[in-house]
């Protein structure tokens, strides 16, 4: 590492820190024969390269007077957008409504509220027309109020225009004007369509390539020419069920659909290997930049993106019991009851009581792991009860003094064990008891099933 050291520059509004994000190389990940590199777009004030689009359609608002003092900005977003929207409103003292579809990680929802946005949760299982669609309920919302601006990013020709502006031109100084490929997803295709645009008139040969979830219909549309009926992706941000008025197709060469599970294990292997905490979208594009650079027979210089920061995916993709419960992480099976626990005790997934402990310590695990029933366990680590949500809203209710009581005078000791081999339809009579089904036979304890693990158990079935 070099010795000398820059003074980085001192600002007076954060929204001038938005752009200008480094490059890194990737260097310990298998590349094939090419050189890729990372622009860390996640480095923006608001972590993700959404800062940029969100500044110019505001800045462009402005001057256009669609957007005055006081206002009101109504957005349809996959979040990043909105959190985006979020800073610029409230660096120029706007009002902010963002509409998410229901898919969205918590992080990104409590991040919003916690910047001041109005959040307006609608349904992710529906398609562009439905009244229940967040572009089509964000649209009525903006009509109603005479004082709204509605940012619209998917027709907003400001959002290509940034991408045109500011992230192109970064590149190309970054790469000393030497790419010969660059990797993106669509959301609403104004990264491709700027950058892409830059890119183009500088060198005819740079290649657009498309990272697009399995279940978008751009992939096939640009693979095929093929027009196909949109499934459904966990990704959040990138993959469309429709093409957007600013998004131009026609600038990418070729598209790699990449599986959740594929993009999930890509973002992971990119935290442990190289560092970068990055989004689900990021394991998106770097899978398919991956695969890109390992198909080339000679050495190119490729670049695609970090969108956005992994710290709002903690509780999904980063989380194993997440990645277990969704089945992208697979675990062993047994063809038996144990293959329905979803934290497995002999494995050391799950939280257990003991008779003695406080049950004021109780609760506070309940609270920290979210949790709503704990199995308690004598020395001998055999379950003589049950402490859940019930049984700890009695004590509260009942007992001034239940903080210094133990668990043990207040979990319920009648409790429902079923041995491992036992049917699945013996669970239903337990379950009609609003009971919690114990799975242990003489030597070991294995866990719990709830309701909710025999639902998560059947829809996998299916």
Known sequence: MSSARTTAPVYRNILEMIGNTPMLEITRIDTGPCRLFVKMESMNPGNSIKDRIAVTMVEEAE???ALKKGGRIVEATAGNTGLALALVAGQKGYRLTVVVPDKMSDEKISHLRAMGAEVVLTRSDVAKGHPEYYQDVAEKIAKDDPDAFYASQFTNEANPRAHYETTGPE?????????????AGIGSGGTVSGVGKYLKERNPKCEMILADPVGSILAPLVNEGKKVEPGSWLVEGIGEDFIPSICHLELVSKAYAIPDGEAFHTARELLRKEGVLAGSSVGTLFAAALRYCREQTEPKRVVTLICDNGAKYLSK??????M???GFIERPTYGDLR?????RHLEREDFCLTPELPVVQAIKRMRMYSISQMAVLDEK???????????????LVRDRDYAKRPVKDYMTSRIETVRP???VNDLVPIFRADRVAIVADERHFYGLITKIDLINYLRKQL
């Not at 680590?381 to 004590?395: N, W």
């Open 421 to 423: 081999t036992a049917s």
């Open 339 to 343: 293959d329905l626990i979803a934290r």
């Open 381 to 395: 680590d055999r379950v003589v009860g049950i402490l859940d949500e019930s049984d700890v809203l009695m004590a």
């Open 63 to 65: 001057k256009s007077g």
């Open 324 to 326: 277990v419960d969704n």
């Open 171 to 183: 590149i190309w100084e970054q790469m000393e004007g030497k790419i010969d490929a660059f990797v």
């Open 317 to 322: 993709m980063f989380n194993d019991f997440w």
